[in-house]
């Protein structure tokens, strides 16, 4: 799997023998958006392709009629004992923590909204699952989780851990399909502030001419955008496939109509990317350019796709 959080949930709703790809689980808690956060906290601005950490969490335990159960604390040793507790009775647990103090992280930035599955743990490591890209099946010492866990800054939570326990009687998938995208849609289509949903793809746009003057590693920014899904390519290509999986299941002009627009829109942020990373090895202003045309293409495509697919609660 490709995103932290979708991650974390396929091992514990597999665990409760319920089976979903990573599109359907990322599609039904309702996880794609847009933030553009340009904070005094970043010497870049942050770009986000998804709903906020845990909140994709929350929406699919109310789409599937999961229980999840939070636990959050300040001390290190509660924090441990609640994880403990259900390793112990042989349950995977998901937690929320710094990716920066993880030892297998290659990559070392702070994200304090990285989200893994706990499996297992001995004397001296903790047994997680991550995503692909960082090695799936992977092991951190004990030290090192209980510094990501007690991290703060941007994006913590309080050595944050979480379960999800199923139904007895799954809700039937078709029926929950519907609300969870146009609960997508209409939080993209009206966003609060100008940093969020169309209106954050169209700021981002504008602004990213300025970015040869904000940083000299552009080619890492559009790694991190087209890979970690920082504003790339990686959700629109879940959203996509997710719209792909509702169309096999429902019939709707408008599901098709915003699974095509979703498919012009991953490979049009893929593009984005390059044109970053080109401006970056070539100083050339000009592939900024071409890159805020993009992403002012980008802000009416997904408008129109969301606009459409909030038409289905009809």
Known sequence: MHHCETTALGVLLRHQGIELTEPMIFGLGSGLSFIYWDSKQFDFPFLGGRVKPFELTRNLARALDLELTVQETASPRKA??????AIDA???IGLQLDSYYLEYFT????????VVAMTGYDDH??????TD???????TSLTSLAEARAAR???????RSFTLTAPQEPPPLPERIVPA?????DAFLNPPIANLGHRGIAKAGKLVRTWLQRTDDLPQVALLM???GTGGALFRNLYRDFLGECARLLDSDDLSTGHKLYAEAATLWTEVASLIASAGKTGDPQDLEQASAHLSDLARIEREAMQALSRLSA
């Open 133 to 139: 890209q960082q090695g799936g099946a992977v092991t």
């Open 80 to 85: 441990w004992e609640n994880v403990t507790a």
């Open 90 to 92: 042989g349950h995977p």
């Open 107 to 114: 990559s070392k930035v702070h994200f304090g909204g990285h």
């Open 125 to 130: 490591n903790a047994h997680l699952v991550d």
């Open 181 to 185: 995208i146009t609960t997508c849609a």
């Open 226 to 228: 087209e890979k970690a």
């Open 153 to 159: 800054g941007p994006m913590t939570a309080k050595q």
